[in-house]
């Protein structure tokens, strides 16, 4: 079976977080979308996203392939129906195309006709940076049963406090004097991970492998963090991925972080508004700011982005790929990518000098920072040139 995650509107609306990345490849619950179908389906996927991106996500033909949608995240309902698709048949919900199966990539470019199967089942569908936090626990939910089913779960050190029995631990964990409670939500501790003395954890809660919890660390429910992820402080309702800190005290809530991300000590991000009212986020499609429908919502940051300690983030902000931040005062409440500067003023972060941070930040986790992520952010740079008009 040859499984193809396709890109579709979605992919302008959650923008930051997919311009360096296809749609299908975003962190909810313990695993990204794709991981999620291969493990179901039992087989690799492969992506049909933007053209600069295909070198690191590429599209691979076949002449039996499955076209999924990668904003929407696999259920056993989905899978039963997609099973059932015939040859030339798509899978649709209104206006939203689920999957279609035996058909080319040059599908999607022209009008070829296939006969239309109707979902009425219910399925979670990423279409806005905040329906990530949003519908974290329930993703997290499902990833624990999906990944824990049949397995017997790792012991911890009898330092440890456990509280309910809805937790699982991978080999290597290391983990001494700290409190888990599953009684709101499974806990899962990925392979290799750590977590340091004295952190108070609640469930739903995901650590990827080797990533490490910090001395003292308060993490309530619905909180992910990502493999080779560093965290420590207050942690509430929040998604990081791959190889971002978050290392120190301050708080971050209702919140999604990208990769190579960092958070300086003591920064905060509000997730409520004063006055109680509906929090609005910047959208790069509509080019201005949308209401979201929440009340509490925080930080979206792209990826390679950081703030110097002591940041103070309004409630809705929204940080693009690469922008360095700090300095006193809240910074606006969207921060255009390769943005240097904070409430005082922005420059431009120049790509060279941008290039020679990430090959900085690459080394010190063992990782190259090669021709192709300097393409991607390349690519990037250009095409958000119309925000940075400082």
Request: contains cysteine; glycine residues 8%.
């Amino acid at each position: 079976m040859n499984i193809v995650l396709f890109d579709d509107s979605t992919r302008e609306s959650l923008l930051p977080l997919t311009f360096t990345r296809p749609v299908a490849s975003l962190r909810i619950g313990i695993l990204t979308i794709a991981e999620k179908w291969e493990k179901y389906l039992n087989a690799e996927a492969s992506y049909l996203t933007a053209d600069y991106l295909s070198v690191k996500f590429p599209f691979k033909p076949s002449d039996n392939s499955i076209f999924i949608n990668g904003s929407v995240c696999p259920n056993p309902l989905l899978l039963e129906a997609i099973d059932k698709l015939g040859k030339g048949e798509a899978l649709v919900q209104k206006d939203v195309l689920i999957a279609v199966k035996g058909v080319g990539k040059d599908f999607f470019t022209s009008k070829q006709h296939v006969e239309q199967k109707e979902f009425t089942g219910s399925f979670t569908r990423i279409v806005y940076p905040e329906h990530i936090f949003s519908y974290n626990h329930a993703e997290i939910v499902l990833d624990f049963k999906l990944l824990t089913q049949g397995r017997t779960s790792a012991q911890l050190s009898s330092t440890n406090t456990v509280l309910g029995e809805n937790i699982f631990v991978e080999e290597g964990v290391s983990a001494e004097c700290a409190i888990f409670n599953t009684t709101t939500g499974p806990i899962y501790l990925g392979k290799n991970s750590t977590v340091l003395e004295g952190s108070v954890i609640r469930g739903s809660f995901s650590l990827g492998e080797h990533a490490l919890v910090k001395l003292a660390a308060k993490i309530y429910g619905k909180t992910t963090v990502g493999p080779y992820c560093k965290v420590g402080g207050e942690i509430n309702n929040a998604v990081l991925y791959e190889n971002s800190s978050k290392g120190h005290d301050g708080y971050l809530g209702n919140s999604v972080l990208g990769e190579w991300c960092n958070i300086g000590a003591d920064s905060n991000n509000s997730n409520l508004k004063n006055n109680y009212a509906e929090v609005k986020l910047w959208d790069y499609n509509k080019e201005r700011f949308r209401k979201t429908g929440l009340q509490f919502c925080g930080l979206i940051m792209g990826d390679h982005s950081k703030c110097g300690i002591n940041t103070m983030f309004n409630t809705g902000t929204v940080v693009g790929v690469s922008a360095n931040i700090f300095g006193a005062g809240f910074p606006r409440n969207f921060i255009p990518d390769f943005s240097w500067g904070g409430a005082q003023g922005y420059e431009v972060y120049a790509i060279n000098k941008v290039f020679e941070t990430a090959e900085r930040v690459y080394e010190r986790r063992d990782s190259n920072f090669d021709s192709v992520e300097k393409e991607i952010l390349q690519n990037v740079f250009e095409l958000t040139k119309q925000y940075r008009n400082f």
